[in-house]
């Protein structure tokens, strides 16, 4: 079985890759084949050298919030690569494995097709305080009436089929509001969370696996979100190069990617 690791550590963020890492391959599902898809600016990332499972892609730093909101085109940019994986699953830059994890536990079964998890921040709150984006000109709006829970964005995937066809229509919505102009409330979290309305093929985990450090929620942390203060901070980390000229680009190359594509 193979499982193909998305993770993006662009910029500064290349600091939690090590211990990412290290955490995945001793607690991690063993018995998995695992291949690390790694989306970076560094020249080189620990552990490569002689890795055939570590895949190094190039990626330019493209500031806030481009970086995570431009994450699926930036997958499908080697669509080839993942779809021999039998298993997609994205991990957040600051995430670390504290305990073992199973694939019983992990894994889509019988009629799951995608995982997702909820947001340490939402699981005991009512709808109404899901901060899902309610823009109409956003094409991941959500009106009052739907849903059920508030998904994070840090931790999602699925059955490689069908997690390759959620980032596909997720990207392309993502360029349909850049056309618009408009960019969803929590980028793409916003549109993940759009496209897991009404779905009942979904693997739910609980914020076990997405806990935040030093918080105390009734869960056992499984899975622990690093605090990026400990790090130079979200404003340190994050590369804020998001002015009209910026943005500009970054759509050219959206549109120059999906020509040579075609
Ligand atoms: C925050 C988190 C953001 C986003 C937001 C949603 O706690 O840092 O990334 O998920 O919650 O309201």
């Given at each position: 079985m193979k499982i193909g690791i998305l993770y993006i550590c662009t910029g500064r963020y290349s600091i939690f890759w090590k211990e990412f890492y290290l955490s995945m391959e001793k607690?991690?599902?063993?018995?998995a084949e695992k291949h690390y898809f790694v989306f970076t600016d560094s020249k080189e990332i620990d552990f490569?050298?002689?890795?055939?499972n570590i895949h190094r892609i190039y990626q330019e730093d493209l500031g806030w919030p481009d970086n995570t909101l431009l994450r699926f085109t930036m997958f499908l940019g080697i669509k080839e690569d993942l779809s021999l994986m039998d298993y997609l699953f994205f991990f957040n830059a600051n995430l670390i494995v504290l305990e073992k994890i199973s694939s019983e536990e992990f894994l889509p079964k019988n009629n799951e097709k995608l995982v997702a998890t909820l947001h340490p921040g939402f699981?005991?709150?009512?709808?109404?305080?899901?901060?899902?984006?309610?823009?109409?000109?956003?094409?991941a709006y959500i009106s009052k009436?739907?849903?059920i829970n508030y998904f994070a964005g840090g931790l999602n995937g699925g059955i490689t089929q069908a997690f390759l066809e959620a980032i596909c229509s997720m990207s392309n919505k993502i360029d349909t509001d850049t056309k618009n102009n408009v960019v969803a409330k929590w980028h793409d979290e916003s549109h993940w969370n759009r496209y897991l309305i009404?779905?009942?093929d979904i693997k739910i985990l609980t914020p076990s696996f997405l806990y935040p450090i030093n918080k105390d929620l009734p869960f056992k942390p499984i899975i622990l979100i690093r605090d990026k203060n400990n790090y130079g901070g979200h404003h340190a980390l994050?590369?804020?190069?998001?002015n009209y000229l910026n943005r500009l680009l970054v759509i050219l190359k959206i549109l120059f990617y999906k020509i040579k594509k075609k």
């Open positions: 607690n991690f599902i063993y018995s490569e050298k002689n890795n055939q699981y005991n709150k009512k709808r109404k305080s899901f901060t899902y984006d309610r823009n109409k000109k956003s094409t009436n739907e849903g009404g779905r009942n994050r590369n804020k190069r998001n």
